[in-house]
């Protein structure tokens, strides 16, 4: 028997190591930590007018912090905070944080209508009120994001000399926890591999994604996709975004940039554990069958290897592709460690964070199939009747990884 499993093992080990070298040598170069924010071309002047859209539900504590370095950035025509049916003081803390900049305007949130999620209504009216102030250009990012001085001016220079449509910085989370450290490159590593970066920007793919903290995009883009209105039940909405514009002929542009960085959110488990849980099963179209190939997928890449090393009966070929598949996947997680500036080492611990995926993966399944998503902010999130009818995730995503980019209830 333990020849057997020690065969079965062995095998999978070599399949894992294979699957592991296609991933490395095709998808579009997913693992590569770019393409990276380039600063604006020397003398470049800023055509348009931009406009900030900041959808806020209970930022009171954030505010502070995100407004000032936002009303700081060179080339930002205004700024838009809307306050999202907030229960502390957002709406105050706003208008005190700005003092007397002419360039906020502070908008009272209406309740979403049905089947509409509350982040992306509020985003509806915020988008609304920059065009009445004559926005050609509109950026959207949250109130827990905080931008380098001329950010702006970076995501600008690079739509306008691109001739793109949509660009979209996927923020840099914070490692200040041992939780965030090792949890949250590892978010960026796994979004990366179901929706290669470089991949988005390729208009003869079908791949497309933005990171909802921080969105540049052209509000005739987003007209001609059918507005909002077309993904007003998407709970994961900065995706969607991406594949209405896209589909419409819409040119992308997705990457990590130092100037873009989020907040804490408290550098515990469970704030990492709700962000993935709320929208993993909605990318999986709530399916029991991509659950299972999921889970499936993972525990080939992940977990298959180090077990094929330590597992008895350790024969050669076992072993031997074990250490492949092990290096393959630690190789393919070492420019994400170094874009963080953490230790190499820390690659070794990849499967283990991977099982925490799995478990996030799972829980968020299970949330729907007991009737509910659980909540975001004091909203229901991926309910049933939230989410049904949406979850038109890429063909192209890759079947095997969680799901868990931004979008808010």
Same mark, same amino acid.
């Given at each position: 028997m333990k020849v057997r499993s020690g065969h079965v093992l062995g095998t999978a080990a070599g399949v894992s190591a294979a699957a592991w070298a296609l991933l490395l040598?095709?998808?579009?170069?997913?693992?590569?930590?770019?393409?990276?924010?380039?600063?604006?071309?020397?003398?470049w002047r800023?055509?348009?007018?931009?406009?900030?859209?900041?959808?806020?539900?209970?930022?009171?504590?954030?505010l502070p912090i995100s407004l000032p370095a936002l009303l700081g950035q060179a080339g930002l025509g205004a700024v838009v905070v809307v306050d999202d049916q907030s229960t502390d003081h957002t709406a105050e803390v706003?208008?005190?944080?700005?003092?007397?900049?002419?360039?906020?305007?502070?908008?009272?949130?209406?309740?979403?209508?049905?089947?509409?999620?509350?982040?992306?209504?509020?985003?509806?009216q915020g988008i609304r009120e920059a065009a009445e102030m004559g926005a050609e250009l509109v950026l959207l990012?949250?109130?827990?994001?905080?931008?380098?001085?001329?950010?702006?001016?970076?995501?600008?220079?690079?739509?306008?000399?691109?001739?793109?449509?949509?660009?979209?910085?996927?923020?840099?989370?914070?490692?200040?926890?041992?939780?965030?450290?090792?949890?949250?490159?590892?978010?960026?590593?796994f979004f990366a591999q179901l929706y290669p970066f470089f991949l988005a920007a390729d208009p003869r793919s079908r791949v497309a994604a933005?990171?909802?903290?921080? &969105?540049?995009?052209?509000?005739?883009?987003?007209?001609?996709?059918?507005?909002?209105?077309? &993904?007003?039940?998407?709970?994961i909405?900065?995706?969607?975004?991406?594949g209405i514009v896209k589909a419409n002929g819409g040119r992308l542009w997705l990457g990590l940039g130092q100037q873009v960085r989020a907040l804490s959110r408290g550098g515990g488990l469970r704030p990492i554990w709700q962000t993935v849980a709320r929208s993993a099963s909605t990318q999986l179209r709530h399916s029991p069958a991509l659950v299972a190939g999921t889970v499936a997928g993972m525990a080939l890449l992940y977990l298959v290897p180090p077990a094929a090393l330590v597992?008895?009966?350790?024969?050669?070929?076992?072993?031997?592709?074990?250490?492949?598949?092990?290096?393959?996947?630690?190789?393919?997680?070492?420019?994400?460690?170094?874009?963080?500036?953490?230790?190499?080492?820390?690659?070794?611990?990849?499967?283990?964070?991977?099982?925490?995926?799995v478990a996030m993966t799972l829980d968020s399944a299970c949330r729907h199939w007991l009737g509910g998503g659980g909540s975001w902010k004091g909203r229901p999130v991926g309910t049933r009747a939230g989410t049904r009818g949406w979850g038109k995730a890429p063909a192209s995503a890759v079947k095997g990884s969680p799901a868990g980019s931004g979008g808010g209830a």
């Open positions: 040598a095709d998808r579009g170069g997913w693992w590569r930590a770019g393409p990276r924010l380039p600063p604006p071309p020397p003398g800023q055509p348009r007018s931009v406009v900030a859209v900041v959808p806020a539900r209970d930022e009171a504590a954030n706003a208008r005190l944080v700005a003092g007397d900049d002419p360039r906020l305007k502070v908008v009272r949130g209406t309740p979403p209508p049905a089947g509409w999620t509350g982040k992306l209504w509020a985003l509806r990012t949250d109130a827990d994001v905080v931008h380098a001085p001329g950010s702006v001016r970076a995501l600008a220079a690079l739509l306008e000399e691109g001739d793109l449509d949509l660009v979209s910085v996927m923020a840099t989370l914070p490692t200040t926890s041992r939780w965030e450290r090792w949890l949250l490159p590892a978010f960026v590593y933005a990171a909802g903290g921080c &969105i540049l995009v052209r509000p005739g883009s987003i007209a001609r996709a059918g507005g909002l209105e077309a &993904i007003r039940e998407a709970v909405d900065d995706v969607a975004l991406a597992a008895p009966p350790r024969s050669a070929r076992q072993v031997a592709a074990g250490a492949t598949a092990t290096f393959l996947m630690a190789v393919s997680y070492l420019p994400t460690l170094g874009f963080y500036g953490l230790p190499r080492r820390q690659a070794l611990g990849l499967p283990a964070v991977a099982l925490v995926y």
